[in-house]
């Protein structure tokens, strides 16, 4: 033994007394370039960012305004069917694992820290507004317990129902944006408005008018009460001009959701729809100038399409009821070019750019809801007034895509002069305008659409259509298959409740 | 060949037997048990004792284990001796010598390295001393292997005595017999020789080796060498001359259909693809049931490394096969290859041994003296193999209309719904007006003729200190696909030296450089070469297409799905190049404490640097445009990989008369640092300039993972007369990953066996050798690092100065993690028969797989999609036998082996109330699940809707979706192989058939080639309209004719129709070898062997329509039984040229 060398022991004794142990392993095991805790106002501008989704293959196309004829992993909207592939991607699962994850621990992390208060309600109001798209598509989903697997343990949330929710949502909505607080901390890193409080106030204000005025069929007194109350000035306003918009400023580092589809593989196969064009060149709009466009080489990215046509009088819509095959035997088939057919599409140099940005919640949008409460006369002030502004706030609003969209006062006073406001077409009216504001912004398109009844739109007639709404409008998007599948006994318990889990179920305040 | 005694009981016999020594004994025995890599003999001729009235005996011993002197003598005349007394410090052997036989009644003599002892004098009638006589015939050798290497323990006997001997650890014999005599010599796994002296005194022997090597020396665990005989469980031993010949690029893949059990398949991703490997069944519903590579005792990384590694869950990133640890292995450099098949055999290898373990040891420098030389020269054709069916009745179009313009042509390029072919002048895609006729053979003119050519050269010396063997060897292959190749230069270092007799060094490494320029674009849509060409319409010739830019230097279109991109475009403007230098190897230092007993320390590490870059290149026709400048993508990644192994073992081993312990005990730590630093750049700013620095959007990141195992472990072997063995080992291991509350876990096996024919003094003489075994293992395994805590990360980029932060991961961590614990329970018996003619062994295994960690799926709703927790059950049983049957011996010498390997696999459960959770999804159908009740990795798919009857219902003329069922397993049931082999003369002719049974796959390619018109069975309706035979809901029979290309594309959420039986049956190889040695003698070449081979040489069966089975994209096991789209598979030709001089 005297001839072994010492470093054998060394070696020895340092394997024995680190191999028979763990020691150190916390500290091996904790991940060294990623952090274990985060600014929450990082997480809070992520929930703005992701809260802008894909809503093109449904909402868009249920009502009317865009269009692709193809089946397969393109149906969905355009024919009335349900395609459970398309559940990739849906508002469900884009919404909880995005906005909601992020702003539940927000939530946590900033409610018992009162210097983070202003973060807390932002982030309340903000919760709201993804809540509000989720219960509007889907009716009852997860609300009180979503986004707590991690923090609370719960791994299958139990559904809510889509009533409960909405008076939750009027409750946060008013409790939070009174709690904001100019004399506290500003949050700044947030992608609307820097964290200006007035600002923000008058988002909460906006959406609460939303929130309220789905109302309209199912409960006009409460609507009634609660446009009252975000419309009392004292409490902080609307919003007032375009700059104050909620949006995301898309840009080329992050693109819009709809780019691919625009832009990308599906250029040559989406189109604007029929209905959409026929008003808009029926009314003389000037945003049809700017919206659609006819390029020479369709199914070519934009740097090689060609002239490009975008003279109202030559755009046309495709119509509901065909597909690729049968397209060719609608009475005006303008024919093809390559891949593509020759009906309008939307401009890749303006509404559909990649880096367009994507709003949430618009001057536009807000003023026509004032338009419709005066109208129904639960506030002062002229309907005929907040709907002149309401449409000229969405034609200025244009120019927020590009510069070359910009539509001259001119133009817009001459679009109001030719389509004067008519109080007994008074809700038609402003609601076609609201339909046309919300282009592009699906979702809301869609839920005011159904609260409305306006535009009048012919339901779609394609021959494959689902059963449950042939003849009707789709009403409700189904639950995602994996969710159906992982969490079936909250989902069976929340059809139980609600109602058949198929497009024709209507969420509560899309009464008959 | 009659089983042959063990040597070590040659002993017992009387009168002028010679034996060895006990002490000579034990260090064979320990060449043979101790450790591969270590020799622990003395080598060195100076002599240190210090003895005070020892007996001779012990002295000599002392001697033997100084230097590597033996000595041979007579039993018992060492008793005649008187003690001896003396003190020497480095002294000469002939000094100490004489020193000890001074006044002894016996005398020496010194023949090369052994010393004859005898007594000095006989008494003569007169009763005078005689003088000393001469020794009577002392013969002596060398006995080596066809390699030139020593054998060691080669029994030697006189033909008709009990004369024996052995040879020493260089192979050495000295035997005392007379001139006139007949020298038996035999050794187990070779072949015997009878030699007739004729008065020779030096007689040097090359034995044989048997064609199959039953009782061959077995590397275990930990490297220690074993008696097959004494494992108490099945292990397979590869063939590494077949390995070295008939080659595959990917050492891997060489293995298929050659070790029962082993289930081998080859993704088809192109000559630096990885190979897929999986040992009785998969034991996690994870995707990577790979076995452990272990290389000159050290673990060695074999993971497939994914292309485009964005999806983790997707190992080929969608897009190609970066390849894997083991393709860094020259198989020229290996000098055997076991496979420990189950936990028992591989329970000291711990957690990462669960799937088995394939134990590669490199050769080393042989030990004779002068420059050994081989030369190992491959060259390989391959072409691509074309199994499609397709209809030339009916050309490109759409809805049963030809294309009538260029621009229709090329957005319909990949239907062939036209009209009917008529040779009349039609646009085509590339813009010219061409006959409208049939285009046929766009399997092999797109696909070009494979190359590959390996040539590799090795130098060895060794002497008696020590050896060195060094070899380079060097790959240029090229793939099927044009602008697609792959470069290795690998070289190989084994150095052993002995500083000192007792301390011992040894250091093996192995530097690798691998440059995969391009590898095949595979899988889905998007740049994927195969995609479009197995769909493009049929009467476009792939020449065409070679005109893939248009005018403005972007992609020329060819269909209206923009992600079939041209093949051309594909091959030529997109790039990927992966980079990758790799050493791994090990240095270790063995100290021989005493006879019985040594010390090792060693430490082994898997080092690489992967530089990593691919692009999407501007113009093509699946992107996005650009805001400003150009579109496109560019990637580039730099990741390395560090896998340290420290280890020591204390190894001890008696003997008490019929009795042998052998006892083991080490500690190991293990540590694995991996990282990345990668940047993305979306769209440039001068075109065609790939790089980071022209990219408009640049998203960096670097990704960080660290883990360790400590582990301690045991093995205690008892042996019983040589007959009886029992084996028990035990191995804990601390999982750093792991809730540091139930981080550790202790985990035992035992197993043992019983050669019951050396029981019988009279066993039947058909039955040679018999032997049960059994064996019991636990092993554990842990998970992926940081999945215990929440991570939260910054988006490189900000939006309008705007911080983004995010959660990490979509799967909620838990921190309560324990081991998962694999339990294997295998039974076995060797039987020998008819003078070995005929050998069956066979094993019975169970294995269980219980605290599966496992993703679980959770409600989206609560923010995240997954969760790992601790649960799930699962089963693997079968059955594994090899059959070898020798019908001819003799001047034909015939081979033939069948092994053949039935596995069963169950889910026993998942998380609570679980009935399945999905691990893969088809590009269009397809859903790869683990179901409770069900065998692994169930094939799931909708089927149509049926009525009560069992009717297809329709509506509108099509069939409609029914419920999601499961059509099958996609692991197949049966492997196995049967390998011929026949010898005659100098000529060798091998050949390999195999099969795989038992499974499913449901063919997206075959869905692609009917709903774009290709498949035969589309030709039904292009007229008037598919009728499909089915039902309406009111129970009339469908009568509305559906055009066809609607009607087929309808069929894409439909899996039913696209469910195909697995199974097949290839003729895998066919060689022919011609050892030409025998005709240079006189050259300084010492053996030259041609040899030629097909590989892939037929498909005698299969079920699978327009393609083979075997082509798969993925060695994943989460994507199997789905088939989209692989590259062809090929057939390789080539000739193998092997010299050593």
């Given at each position: 033994?005297?001839?072994?060398?010492?470093?054998?022991?060394?070696?020895?004794?340092?394997?024995?007394?680190?191999?028979?142990?763990?020691?150190?392993?916390?500290?091996?095991?904790?991940?060294?370039?990623?952090?274990?805790?985060?600014?929450?106002?990082?997480?809070?501008?992520?929930?703005?960012?992701?809260?802008?989704?894909?809503?093109?293959?449904?909402?868009?196309?249920?009502?009317?305004?865009?269009?692709?004829?193809?089946?397969?992993?393109?149906?969905?909207?355009?024919?009335?069917?349900?395609?459970?592939?398309?559940?990739?991607?849906?508002?469900?699962?884009?919404?909880?694992?995005?906005?909601?994850?992020?702003?539940?621990?927000?939530?946590?992390?900033?409610?018992?820290?009162?210097?983070?208060?202003?973060?807390?309600?932002?982030?309340?109001?903000?919760?709201?507004?993804?809540?509000?798209?989720?219960?509007?598509?889907?009716?009852?989903?997860?609300?009180?317990?979503?986004?707590?697997?991690?923090?609370?343990?719960?791994?299958?949330?139990?559904?809510?129902?889509?009533?409960?929710?909405?008076?939750?949502?009027?409750?946060?909505?008013?409790?939070?944006?009174?709690?904001?607080?100019?004399?506290?901390?500003?949050?700044?890193?947030?992608?609307?408005?820097?964290?200006?409080?007035?600002?923000?106030?008058?988002?909460?204000?906006?959406?609460?008018?939303?929130?309220?005025?789905?109302?309209?069929?199912?409960?006009?007194?409460?609507?009634?009460?609660?446009?009252?109350?975000?419309?009392?000035?004292?409490?902080?306003?609307?919003?007032?001009?375009?700059?104050?918009?909620?949006?995301?400023?898309?840009?080329?580092?992050?693109?819009?959701?709809?780019?691919?589809?625009?832009?990308?593989?599906?250029?040559?196969?989406?189109?604007?729809?029929?209905?959409?064009?026929?008003?808009?060149?029926?009314?003389?709009?000037?945003?049809?100038?700017?919206?659609?466009?006819?390029?020479?080489?369709?199914?070519?990215?934009?740097?090689?399409?060609?002239?490009?046509?975008?003279?109202?009088?030559?755009?046309?819509?495709?119509?509901?009821?065909?597909?690729?095959?049968?397209?060719?035997?609608?009475?005006?088939?303008?024919?093809?070019?390559?891949?593509?057919?020759?009906?309008?599409?939307?401009?890749?140099?303006?509404?559909?750019?990649?880096?367009?940005?994507?709003?949430?919640?618009?001057?536009?949008?807000?003023?026509?809801?004032?338009?419709?409460?005066?109208?129904?006369?639960?506030?002062?002030?002229?309907?005929?007034?907040?709907?002149?502004?309401?449409?000229?706030?969405?034609?200025?609003?244009?120019?927020?895509?590009?510069?070359?969209?910009?539509?001259?006062?001119?133009?817009?006073?001459?679009?109001?002069?030719?389509?004067?406001?008519?109080?007994?077409?008074?809700?038609?009216?402003?609601?076609?305008?609201?339909?046309?504001?919300?282009?592009?912004?699906?979702?809301?398109?869609?839920?005011?659409?159904?609260?409305?009844?306006?535009?009048?739109?012919?339901?779609?007639?394609?021959?494959?259509?689902?059963?449950?709404?042939?003849?009707?409008?789709?009403?409700?998007?189904?639950?995602?298959?994996?969710?159906?599948?992982?969490?079936?006994?909250?989902?069976?318990?929340?059809?139980?409740?609600?109602?058949?889990?198929?497009?024709?179920?209507?969420?509560?305040?899309?009464?008959? | 060949?009659?089983?042959?005694?063990?040597?070590?009981?040659?002993?017992?016999?009387?009168?002028?037997?010679?034996?060895?020594?006990?002490?000579?004994?034990?260090?064979?025995?320990?060449?043979?048990?101790?450790?591969?890599?270590?020799?622990?003999?003395?080598?060195?001729?100076?002599?240190?004792?210090?003895?005070?009235?020892?007996?001779?005996?012990?002295?000599?011993?002392?001697?033997?284990?100084?230097?590597?002197?033996?000595?041979?003598?007579?039993?018992?005349?060492?008793?005649?001796?008187?003690?001896?007394?003396?003190?020497?410090?480095?002294?000469?052997?002939?000094?100490?010598?004489?020193?000890?036989?001074?006044?002894?009644?016996?005398?020496?003599k010194i023949f090369a390295n052994t010393i004859v002892i005898r007594e000095k004098t006989i008494q003569s009638a007169s009763g005078k001393e005689s003088q000393a006589i001469p020794l009577a015939n002392i013969v002596t050798g060398i006995v080596t292997n066809s390699k030139s290497e020593p054998l060691t323990g080669v029994s030697v006997t006189m033909k008709g005595t009990n004369i024996g001997t052995s040879t020493d650890s260089k192979g050495r014999f000295a035997i005392n017999v007379p001139g006139t005599g007949v020298l038996i010599f035999s050794y187990i796994g070779f072949i015997s020789q009878e030699v007739k002296l004729n008065n020779r005194t030096e007689v040097n022997i090359v034995l044989?080796?048997?064609?199959?090597?039953?009782?061959?020396?077995?590397?275990?665990?930990?490297?220690?060498?074993?008696?097959?005989?004494?494992?108490?469980?099945?292990?397979?031993?590869?063939?590494?001359?077949?390995?070295?010949?008939?080659?595959?690029?990917?050492?891997?893949?060489?293995?298929?259909?050659?070790?029962?059990?082993?289930?081998?398949?080859?993704?088809?991703?192109?000559?630096?693809?990885?190979?897929?490997?999986?040992?009785?069944?998969?034991?996690?519903?994870?995707?990577?049931?790979?076995?452990?590579?272990?290389?000159?005792?050290?673990?060695?990384?074999?993971?497939?490394?994914?292309?485009?590694?964005?999806?983790?869950?997707?190992?080929?990133?969608?897009?190609?096969?970066?390849?894997?640890?083991?393709?860094?292995?020259?198989?020229?450099?290996?000098?055997?290859?076991?496979?420990?098949?189950?936990?028992?055999?591989?329970?000291?290898?711990?957690?990462?041994?669960?799937?088995?373990?394939?134990?590669?040891?490199?050769?080393?420098?042989?030990?004779?003296?002068?420059?050994?030389?081989?030369?190992?020269?491959?060259?390989?054709?391959?072409?691509?193999?074309?199994?499609?069916?397709?209809?030339?009745?009916?050309?490109?179009?759409?809805?049963?209309?030809?294309?009538?313009?260029?621009?229709?042509?090329?957005?319909?390029?990949?239907?062939?719904?036209?009209?009917?072919?008529?040779?009349?002048?039609?646009?085509?895609?590339?813009?010219?007006?061409?006959?409208?006729?049939?285009?046929?053979?766009?399997?092999?003119?797109?696909?070009?003729?494979?190359?590959?050519?390996?040539?590799?050269?090795?130098?060895?010396?060794?002497?008696?200190?020590?050896?060195?063997?060094?070899?380079?060897?060097?790959?240029?292959?090229?793939?099927?696909?044009?602008?697609?190749?792959?470069?290795?230069?690998?070289?190989?270092?084994?150095?052993?030296?002995?500083?000192?007799?007792?301390?011992?060094?040894?250091?093996?490494?192995?530097?690798?450089?691998?440059?995969?320029?391009?590898?095949?674009?595979?899988?889905?849509?998007?740049?994927?070469?195969?995609?479009?060409?197995?769909?493009?319409?049929?009467?476009?010739?792939?020449?065409?297409?070679?005109?893939?830019?248009?005018?403005?230097?972007?992609?020329?279109?060819?269909?209206?799905?923009?992600?079939?991109?041209?093949?051309?475009?594909?091959?030529?403007?997109?790039?990927?190049?992966?980079?990758?230098?790799?050493?791994?190897?090990?240095?270790?230092?063995?100290?021989?404490?005493?006879?019985?007993?040594?010390?090792?320390?060693?430490?082994?590490?898997?080092?690489?640097?992967?530089?990593?870059?691919?692009?999407?290149?501007?113009?093509?026709?699946?992107?996005?445009?650009?805001?400003?400048?150009?579109?496109?993508?560019?990637?580039?990644?730099?990741?390395?990989?560090?896998?340290?192994?420290?280890?020591?073992?204390?190894?001890?081993?008696?003997?008490?008369?019929?009795?042998?312990?052998?006892?083991?005990?080490?500690?190991?730590?293990?540590?694995?640092?991996?990282?990345?630093?990668?940047?993305?750049?979306?769209?440039?700013?001068?075109?065609?300039?790939?790089?980071?620095?022209?990219?408009?959007?640049?998203?960096?990141?670097?990704?960080?993972?660290?883990?360790?195992?400590?582990?301690?472990?045991?093995?205690?072997?008892?042996?019983?007369?040589?007959?009886?063995?029992?084996?028990?080992?035990?191995?804990?291991?601390?999982?750093?990953?792991?809730?540091?509350?139930?981080?550790?876990?202790?985990?035992?096996?035992?197993?043992?066996?019983?050669?019951?024919?050396?029981?019988?003094?009279?066993?039947?003489?058909?039955?040679?050798?018999?032997?049960?075994?059994?064996?019991?293992?636990?092993?554990?395994?842990?998970?992926?690092?940081?999945?215990?805590?929440?991570?939260?990360?910054?988006?490189?980029?900000?939006?309008?100065?705007?911080?983004?932060?995010?959660?990490?991961?979509?799967?909620?961590?838990?921190?309560?993690?324990?081991?998962?614990?694999?339990?294997?329970?295998?039974?076995?018996?060797?039987?020998?028969?008819?003078?070995?003619?005929?050998?069956?062994?066979?094993?019975?295994?169970?294995?269980?797989?219980?605290?599966?960690?496992?993703?679980?799926?959770?409600?989206?709703?609560?923010?995240?999609?997954?969760?790992?927790?601790?649960?799930?059950?699962?089963?693997?049983?079968?059955?594994?036998?090899?059959?070898?049957?020798?019908?001819?011996?003799?001047?034909?010498?015939?081979?033939?082996?069948?092994?053949?390997?039935?596995?069963?696999?169950?889910?026993?459960?998942?998380?609570?109330?679980?009935?399945?959770?999905?691990?893969?999804?088809?590009?269009?159908?397809?859903?790869?699940?683990?179901?409770?009740?069900?065998?692994?990795?169930?094939?799931?798919?909708?089927?149509?809707?049926?009525?009560?009857?069992?009717?297809?219902?329709?509506?509108?003329?099509?069939?409609?979706?029914?419920?999601?069922?499961?059509?099958?397993?996609?692991?197949?049931?049966?492997?196995?192989?049967?390998?011929?082999?026949?010898?005659?003369?100098?000529?060798?002719?091998?050949?390999?058939?195999?099969?795989?049974?038992?499974?499913?796959?449901?063919?997206?390619?075959?869905?692609?080639?009917?709903?774009?018109?290709?498949?035969?069975?589309?030709?039904?309706?292009?007229?008037?309209?598919?009728?499909?035979?089915?039902?309406?809901?009111?129970?009339?029979?469908?009568?509305?004719?559906?055009?066809?290309?609607?009607?087929?594309?309808?069929?894409?959420?439909?899996?039913?129709?696209?469910?195909?039986?697995?199974?097949?049956?290839?003729?895998?190889?066919?060689?022919?070898?011609?050892?030409?040695?025998?005709?240079?003698?006189?050259?300084?070449?010492?053996?030259?062997?041609?040899?030629?081979?097909?590989?892939?040489?037929?498909?005698?069966?299969?079920?699978?329509?327009?393609?083979?089975?075997?082509?798969?994209?993925?060695?994943?096991?989460?994507?199997?039984?789905?088939?989209?789209h692989a590259l062809p598979t090929s057939r390789t030709y080539g000739i193998n040229i092997n010299a050593r001089f």
């Amino acid at each position: 033994m005297k001839r072994i060398p010492k470093f054998i022991y060394v070696l020895l004794i340092c394997l024995i007394s680190t191999s028979g142990c763990d020691k150190g392993f916390e500290k091996v095991n904790t991940n060294p370039v990623l952090p274990t805790s985060l600014d929450p106002s990082y997480l809070f501008a992520n929930s703005q960012l992701t809260s802008a989704i894909y809503t093109i293959q449904y909402q868009a196309e249920i009502v009317q305004q865009i269009i692709t004829p193809f089946t397969g992993v393109l149906e969905g909207g355009n024919h009335n069917v349900w395609f459970f592939a398309n559940n990739v991607g849906s508002a469900f699962t884009s919404l909880y694992t995005g906005p909601v994850k992020l702003l539940t621990n927000v939530l946590h992390q900033t409610k018992d820290d009162p210097s983070r208060s202003n973060l807390y309600n932002m982030a309340r109001i903000w919760r709201c507004y993804v809540s509000q798209v989720l219960v509007d598509t889907y009716g009852y989903v997860p609300y009180f317990t979503a986004g707590e697997a991690y923090l609370e343990r719960i791994n299958l949330p139990k559904y809510d129902s889509d009533e409960e929710i909405y008076n939750d949502l009027i409750k946060e909505l008013v409790d939070a944006t009174n709690k904001l607080d100019a004399t506290k901390k500003i949050e700044t890193n947030d992608l609307f408005y820097a964290g200006d409080i007035a600002k923000w106030k008058k988002l909460g204000n906006s959406l609460l008018l939303r929130v309220a005025m789905r109302f309209t069929k199912v409960d006009p007194n409460k609507a009634k009460q609660y446009v009252i109350l975000a419309t009392d000035i004292s409490r902080g306003g609307l919003i007032a001009s375009n700059s104050e918009n909620a949006f995301v400023p898309f840009n080329s580092v992050f693109n819009n959701p709809n780019a691919s589809t625009f832009q990308g593989s599906e250029r040559a196969n989406f189109y604007l729809a029929k209905p959409f064009i026929d008003y808009l060149k029926s009314s003389g709009d000037p945003r049809l100038n700017v919206i659609a466009v006819k390029y020479q080489i369709p199914a070519n990215p934009i740097g090689t399409a060609g002239s490009e046509d975008t003279n109202p009088e030559h755009q046309q819509g495709m119509p509901y009821g065909y597909n690729d095959a049968t397209i060719s035997s609608e009475p005006n088939y303008p024919g093809k070019i390559g891949a593509a057919w020759k009906y309008s599409q939307l401009n890749r140099k303006t509404l559909a750019k990649i880096d367009a940005p994507e709003f949430f919640i618009t001057l536009s949008q807000t003023q026509l809801l004032l338009a419709e409460a005066a109208q129904r006369g639960w506030i002062t002030g002229e309907a005929v007034n907040y709907y002149n502004a309401g449409v000229k706030a969405h034609m200025g609003q244009m120019q927020q895509y590009d510069r070359s969209a910009f539509i001259s006062e001119e133009l817009q006073n001459a679009y109001l002069d030719s389509n004067p406001f008519n109080p007994a077409d008074a809700l038609k009216q402003i609601n076609t305008q609201y339909w046309i504001s919300s282009f592009l912004n699906g979702s809301e398109a869609w839920a005011n659409f159904r609260r409305s009844g306006f535009p009048q739109l012919e339901p779609n007639p394609y021959p494959g259509a689902d059963p449950v709404v042939k003849g009707d409008f789709i009403h409700r998007l189904q639950y995602p298959a994996r969710e159906i599948s992982v969490n079936a006994d909250n989902y069976k318990d929340a059809v139980a409740r609600m109602g058949a889990d198929n497009m024709a179920t209507r969420v509560f305040w899309d009464a008959k | 060949m009659e089983f042959l005694p063990n040597y070590k009981t040659s002993g017992q016999g009387n009168l002028s037997l010679i034996k060895i020594l006990l002490i000579m004994k034990l260090t064979i025995c320990f060449m043979l048990f101790a450790c591969l890599e270590v020799n622990a003999e003395a080598v060195a001729q100076k002599i240190t004792l210090n003895e005070n009235k020892s007996s001779l005996e012990k002295v000599l011993k002392k001697i033997e284990y100084q230097t590597d002197y033996t000595f041979l003598y007579e039993t018992d005349i060492l008793e005649k001796a008187s003690p001896v007394t003396l003190q020497v410090t480095q002294a000469s052997v002939d000094d100490v010598l004489k020193l000890c036989f001074t006044n002894q009644p016996l005398t020496y003599k010194i023949f090369a390295n052994t010393i004859v002892i005898r007594e000095k004098t006989i008494q003569s009638a007169s009763g005078k001393e005689s003088q000393a006589i001469p020794l009577a015939n002392i013969v002596t050798g060398i006995v080596t292997n066809s390699k030139s290497e020593p054998l060691t323990g080669v029994s030697v006997t006189m033909k008709g005595t009990n004369i024996g001997t052995s040879t020493d650890s260089k192979g050495r014999f000295a035997i005392n017999v007379p001139g006139t005599g007949v020298l038996i010599f035999s050794y187990i796994g070779f072949i015997s020789q009878e030699v007739k002296l004729n008065n020779r005194t030096e007689v040097n022997i090359v034995l044989r080796e048997e064609a199959t090597k039953l009782n061959e020396v077995v590397v275990t665990a930990l490297g220690i060498k074993r008696e097959a005989k004494s494992l108490g469980y099945s292990t397979g031993v590869v063939n590494t001359d077949q390995i070295s010949t008939d080659r595959t690029t990917n050492v891997g893949n060489s293995l298929v259909g050659k070790v029962a059990g082993v289930n081998v398949s080859a993704p088809s991703s192109g000559p630096g693809g990885s190979a897929k490997i999986r040992i009785r069944g998969q034991s996690s519903f994870g995707g990577d049931n790979s076995p452990l590579i272990i290389v000159n005792g050290v673990p060695i990384n074999n993971t497939s490394i994914s292309a485009g590694y964005k999806n983790a869950d997707n190992p080929t990133g969608g897009s190609s096969d970066g390849g894997d640890g083991l393709q860094s292995i020259n198989p020229d450099d290996i000098e055997s290859m076991t496979v420990l098949k189950g936990a028992a055999a591989a329970a000291l290898y711990g957690y990462r041994a669960k799937d088995g373990a394939i134990i590669i040891t490199t050769k080393s420098g042989s030990k004779h003296k002068g420059i050994g030389i081989e030369i190992n020269s491959n060259n390989q054709v391959s072409k691509a193999l074309d199994f499609t069916d397709f209809q030339y009745v009916y050309g490109q179009g759409e809805n049963g209309v030809r294309p009538s313009t260029v621009a229709e042509a090329q957005s319909s390029g990949i239907w062939s719904f036209g009209e009917k072919f008529d040779n009349k002048p039609a646009p085509q895609p590339d813009g010219s007006i061409k006959p409208y006729s049939p285009a046929k053979d766009r399997i092999k003119n797109f696909f070009r003729t494979g190359f590959n050519s390996t040539n590799s050269v090795a130098l060895s010396a060794g002497n008696d200190q020590g050896n060195f063997r060094i070899s380079f060897s060097n790959t240029d292959a090229t793939a099927i696909v044009p602008n697609s190749d792959f470069h290795k230069k690998i070289l190989n270092l084994a150095a052993n030296y002995n500083l000192t007799p007792k301390l011992s060094t040894q250091v093996n490494a192995n530097y690798s450089n691998e440059y995969n320029h391009n590898p095949p674009q595979i899988g889905i849509e998007g740049f994927s070469v195969n995609t479009t060409i197995y769909t493009m319409a049929n009467s476009i010739d792939v020449n065409w297409l070679k005109n893939y830019k248009d005018s403005n230097g972007n992609e020329m279109p060819l269909a209206r799905f923009t992600g079939r991109n041209n093949p051309y475009w594909v091959a030529y403007e997109h790039f990927e190049n992966i980079r990758r230098d790799r050493i791994f190897g090990n240095a270790s230092i063995r100290y021989q404490l005493s006879d019985w007993l040594y010390l090792q320390g060693r430490i082994g590490q898997d080092y690489y640097t992967r530089p990593y870059e691919f692009n999407r290149p501007t113009g093509s026709r699946n992107l996005s445009a650009a805001v400003s400048g150009f579109n496109g993508y560019y990637y580039q990644d730099v990741s390395t990989f560090r896998e340290r192994n420290v280890d020591f073992l204390i190894g001890a081993k008696h003997e008490f008369k019929n009795f042998l312990m052998d006892v083991t005990l080490g500690g190991n730590q293990m540590q694995q640092i991996f990282d990345r630093f990668s940047t993305e750049v979306t769209n440039f700013y001068v075109k065609g300039l790939y790089t980071i620095g022209n990219g408009q959007v640049k998203n960096p990141d670097y990704r960080y993972s660290k883990k360790r195992v400590n582990s301690l472990y045991g093995s205690a072997e008892f042996s019983f007369k040589n007959l009886l063995f029992l084996n028990l080992t035990a191995r804990n291991d601390w999982f750093s990953t792991l809730n540091p509350k139930s981080n550790s876990y202790l985990y035992p096996s035992i197993n043992g066996s019983f050669v019951f024919t050396d029981l019988f003094s009279t066993k039947p003489s058909w039955l040679n050798y018999a032997k049960v075994r059994a064996a019991y293992a636990e092993v554990g395994g842990d998970t992926d690092p940081y999945t215990n805590a929440l991570y939260f990360s910054i988006n490189p980029n900000p939006l309008n100065n705007i911080a983004l932060g995010t959660i990490n991961s979509n799967v909620s961590p838990n921190s309560n993690l324990r081991p998962l614990k694999v339990r294997e329970t295998e039974v076995g018996m060797d039987l020998r028969m008819f003078n070995s003619r005929i050998n069956l062994n066979f094993s019975l295994y169970r294995k269980n797989t219980v605290d599966e960690i496992l993703d679980v799926n959770i409600s989206e709703a609560s923010g995240y999609t997954q969760t790992k927790v601790n649960i799930g059950k699962l089963k693997n049983e079968g059955v594994e036998f090899l059959l070898s049957v020798f019908p001819l011996k003799g001047k034909v010498n015939w081979e033939s082996g069948f092994n053949a390997a039935y596995n069963h696999s169950e889910v026993l459960a998942l998380a609570n109330g679980q009935r399945s959770f999905d691990v893969g999804v088809g590009q269009y159908f397809g859903i790869i699940s683990h179901e409770v009740g069900l065998p692994l990795a169930s094939v799931r798919a909708f089927d149509y809707k049926r009525d009560a009857k069992g009717n297809i219902l329709t509506a509108g003329g099509k069939p409609l979706l029914g419920e999601l069922k499961t059509y099958g397993s996609a692991i197949p049931k049966w492997t196995g192989g049967w390998t011929n082999s026949i010898s005659y003369k100098a000529f060798r002719i091998f050949t390999q058939i195999d099969f795989k049974a038992g499974a499913v796959v449901l063919s997206n390619s075959n869905f692609n080639f009917l709903r774009h018109g290709l498949s035969k069975a589309s030709l039904e309706g292009r007229e008037e309209g598919v009728v499909f035979k089915g039902y309406n809901a009111d129970g009339t029979p469908n009568s509305i004719a559906v055009p066809a290309e609607e009607f087929y594309a309808s069929l894409r959420n439909l899996g039913e129709p696209f469910v195909y039986n697995a199974s097949f049956v290839r003729l895998r190889t066919v060689s022919l070898g011609y050892d030409l040695t025998s005709l240079l003698k006189k050259s300084p070449v010492k053996a030259l062997v041609v040899s030629a081979f097909v590989n892939n040489a037929a498909m005698i069966k299969k079920h699978l329509d327009n393609l083979d089975p075997e082509s798969q994209i993925s060695v994943s096991d989460n994507f199997q039984g789905l088939d989209t789209h692989a590259l062809p598979t090929s057939r390789t030709y080539g000739i193998n040229i092997n010299a050593r001089f």
